[in-house]
């Protein structure tokens, strides 16, 4: 049997290569590889991919591609496509980012004919890019059987049944259940796999699909110990419930990229990569500098303040985490316990102390704060701009996206079946005209503090001021 594994653009207003992989696809792919399926990867998004950087470079001759970071992270191509209906007053240009559509025609046309097509999806409200890749895929292949899964799946399911041209729509992440559904799509005779097999998958995504691979990433846990009102972790995690690999198993899976992959850069996709380090991380990173390997780790999911203990932030720092990003959300005191109490602005500056203890400068450090929660005024963001920078850290302006299923969604009062293009980040926040204007306010006050902090070398590294000397924590070295 031959699988064909589709990872389609992303359509949206704007949108950056932060060390973005399709984990889920390539779990996938191990785990039917295991079975005997011949499996075949398209990814629109791989900024590496050999035909991709030739197809650039023999278009647009002036241009640098691909372009990149050091650490492999970088922008897409992208191209200007038409506004949906729905984004008829938004005042911004749309794009489609990765491949262009025409190579993907040609990759399909080259490909031999699979027996079925599995595509996954990302953000809701980048469905477009999801229905584009399904329409040229069944022009291309006919009434193949077509799955799709992934994120907008599992989060909007009917109006994925209604509209995608899937198939069958996937709403669970549980690999064995895959591996029926392509068996019963193809009425191929696949053997059944023994339960360790899902959990290779899980430790060994099929990396090696990729011809270049500049950076990969690690889900070495899944869930997260809070449920924040505007978080949806639990309705995409595997029996709604926090779990974790074996720290000797991630070991190897970093060990195995780093020698064979010769890979450096990994990020982390756990959402609370540091709960119970000391059982977790903290091994993990005793292993990788036990070996002696040099690795630079990136978190764009952004870490628990709460769980940063000195311990925890010289071990990143010795490992190589890079430019370590923290959640904030918000200094109010009111809306942190609203949504779920997961951190406040006290264990953010003492996280910050201790990341600053271990060798990191204020300004290398990211704190999310969190735009656009429904009813939220901006001068609350105001202040949280404010104390991140009076941290002398670098801000990180999350725009809310709202998640069916939340209880923030809710508040947010879009009706359940709401077109999911209205989940977008770029746009939520901006009901009306006003709206756009003062969240424009906010974005530039963001740039402009950031700006004044890569300007200012001298930036407090410790932040004294408002860490108070009794604390008992505070004389740790
Ligand atoms: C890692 C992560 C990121 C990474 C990047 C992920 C990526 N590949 O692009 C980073 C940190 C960059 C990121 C950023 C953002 N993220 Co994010 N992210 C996640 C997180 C924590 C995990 C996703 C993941 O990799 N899961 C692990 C893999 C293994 O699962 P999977 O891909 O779903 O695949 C499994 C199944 O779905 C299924 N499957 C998948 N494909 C297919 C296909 C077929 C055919 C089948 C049968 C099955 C199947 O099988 C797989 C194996 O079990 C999720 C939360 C979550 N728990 O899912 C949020 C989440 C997806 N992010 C979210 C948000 C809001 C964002 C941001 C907008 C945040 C912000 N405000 O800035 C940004 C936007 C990014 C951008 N590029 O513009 C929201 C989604 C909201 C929405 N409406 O869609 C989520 C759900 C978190 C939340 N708030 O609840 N994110």
């Not at 259940?177 to 998958?201: F, M």
């Not at 890979?263 to 993990?284: G, M």
Request: hydrophobic residues 40%; charged residues 25%.
């Amino acid at each position: 049997m031959r699988a064909l594994l589709v990872n389609p653009w992303i359509c949206d207003f704007a949108t950056y290569d932060l060390w973005a992989k399709p984990l889920g696809l390539l779990q996938i792919a191990a785990y039917l590889r295991r079975a005997g399926v011949e499996v075949i990867l398209i990814d629109c998004l791989d900024r590496f991919a050999p035909r991709l950087v030739g197809y650039l470079r023999e278009k647009y001759p002036e241009r640098r591609y691909p372009r990149a970071t050091p650490y492999g992270d970088g922008s897409y191509h992208a191209e200007i496509i038409p506004k949906p209906p729905a984004y008829r007053d938004v005042p911004r240009r749309y794009k489609r980012y990765g491949m262009p559509v025409e190579l993907f025609r040609r990759l399909l046309r080259e490909s031999p004919q699979p027996d079925v097509v599995l595509v996954t999806s990302g953000l809701t409200y980048w469905y477009p890019g999801v229905f584009e890749a399904i329409r040229l895929l069944r022009e291309e292949f006919g009434p193949v059987p077509l799955l799709l899964g992934g994120i907008y799946a599992a989060l909007c399911p009917e109006h994925a049944r209604q509209y995608s041209g899937a198939d069958v729509v996937y709403t669970s992440a549980a690999l064995p259940e895959i591996l029926c559904l392509a068996r019963e799509a193809t009425s191929a005779r696949l053997p059944e796999l023994p339960p360790a097999a899902a959990e290779e998958a899980r430790v060994f995504p099929a990396y090696d699909l990729y011809p270049e691979l500049r950076y990969l990433t690690l889900r070495t846990s899944a869930g997260c110990p809070f449920r924040c009102s505007y978080c949806g972790w639990y309705l995409l995690t595997e029996g709604g419930r926090y779990s974790r690999l074996a720290p000797d198993l991630v070991g190897r899976a970093i060990e195995h990229s780093y020698l064979n992959l010769n890979v450096r850069n990994f990020a982390f996709y756990d959402e609370a990569l540091l709960y119970r380090a000391e059982e977790h991380l903290l091994p993990i990173l005793k292993g990788i500098l036990q070996k002696g390997m040099q690795c630079f780790f990136h978190t764009p999911n952004a870490l628990h303040a709460r769980f940063i203990t000195p311990e925890t932030a010289i071990a990143m720092k010795r490992a190589g985490f890079v430019q370590p990003r923290l959640a904030l959300e918000t200094v109010d005191p009111e809306r942190q316990r609203q949504t779920g109490g997961k951190v406040n602005a006290r264990e953010v500056e003492r996280a910050l102390f201790y990341l600053i203890q271990a060798g990191y400068a204020s300004r290398e450090v990211g704190i999310n704060v969190l735009v656009g929660l429904p009813k939220q005024p901006l001068t609350e963001v105001e202040a949280s701009l404010e104390f991140v920078h009076c941290l002398g850290a670098r801000i990180f302006l999350e725009e809310y996206a709202p998640v069916p299923g939340t209880p923030a969604y809710r508040e947010s009062g879009l009706p359940p079946d709401a077109d999911p293009l209205l989940h977008n980040n770029s746009i939520f926040p901006l009901y009306g005209p006003e709206h756009y204007a003062q969240f424009q306010r906010i974005k530039e006050l963001a740039h402009r503090l950031n700006r004044e902090l890569k300007g200012k070398p001298g930036m407090p590294d410790k932040p004294r001021h408002l860490f108070p000397a009794k604390d008992p924590l505070s004389g740790i070295n």
